[in-house]
């Protein structure tokens, strides 16, 4: 993509990259794979990887989807949305929505859509005049297969394809290259704990073949990464409980200097790590406050929101969260919002 000439495509790229993506801006592209999904683990340091068992799970990991359909109701609803760059580009937003039930006794099956909404960009020539408008995007189509193995330990497997439009084929210079597609394959374990109150998780992501727009020497890696992490119950009742949780990643790329390119390797200067707390009331209100951290992209912030369980009080089980975290220094807060439904 080194030889798009486009100021406008660049500077909407350097919004994202420099918003709150370590991986992306590292060097990977399909930044949409970065964003964590479900307010409630935003708020929580974005971390979500061992406490995720509902259909957001799809995202955080596919072994955490084999308890989602044991949950007393085994359909899940779940949508997200997000700004992405507050006080700087109002038009550039984040949507997910995703679905989950039960595929035979032990198993939960589910999909999801993503979306980047890039907003408009307007195309300048070499001489800085305007040749025209166009709009920006990128989506992520998903399906992922959990299964319960145990009681206690839950494996699951999920596959996505990829796509952008960064701009019109017209629009450039080469006259090709706007848009570039992949896919990805994601594997991932959850371990439940009793004696011990706690869940341990691990996950390899976005596994997949690079993204090529112009050609293949200037393709980006996928973003793929290895996550792990622990969620830990300090007390329950039925009043009131307190969990604690975190995680830790670090890319599963790195660049090689012998051959101009990315490889499968790891950059643990650019790992990312974030951890939170939950207090609840009988179930049905929440308080999350967490603490966020990426290497790439100087972001060391705190993260907080709440929620709300609408089960008691309606008959419905219909949840409401929302979160507050970082974007990099200097940089407005990004709120995101997140509405789900158990049937």
Known sequence: MK???????????????????????SGAGAIILSFPIGARYNALGEAGVALAQ??????????????????????????????????LADDIGLYWVGYSGALGESGTIGFYINYLDMGEQIA???????????????????????????????????????????????????????????FGVDIGMLWKVPFLRMNLAAVV????????????DQSDPMPRKFHTGLAYSLFASEAMGLLFIGDYQIPLY?????????????????????VGAEWNYVQSLF??????????????????GFGVDLGQWTGQAITFDYASVPQATGLDRVNRFSLGYRF
């Open 3 to 25: 030889r798009i000439k486009l100021v406008a495509l660049w500077g909407m790229l350097g919004i994202l990259a420099t918003s709150n993506i370590a991986l992306a801006g």
């Open 54 to 87: 509902d259909v957001t799970a799809c995202w955080w990991n596919p072994g955490g989807l084999a308890f989602a359909s044991a949950r007393g109701k085994p359909n899940d609803l779940h949508f997200m949305q997000s700004p992405l760059a507050e006080g």
């Open 124 to 182: 300048t020539n070499d001489a800085g005049e305007e040749i025209g408008v166009f709009t920006s995007n990128m989506f992520t189509v998903g399906a992922v297969y959990g299964v319960r193995i145990s009681p206690n330990f839950g494996l699951g497997l999920g596959v996505k394809y990829f796509r952008d439009k960064l701009a019109d084929d017209s629009a450039l210079q080469e006259g090709t290259g706007g848009s570039g597609d992949s």
């Open 205 to 216: 992501a976005n596994l997949g073949p690079d993204i090529t727009h112009v050609d293949e």
């Open 254 to 274: 790195d660049f090689k200097k012998d051959s101009d390119s990315y490889g499968l390797g790891t950059e643990f200067d650019q790992e990312e790590w974030g």
């Open 287 to 304: 308080i999350r406050f967490g603490y966020t951290s990426a290497a790439y992209g100087d972001i060391q912030d705190t993260t907080y």
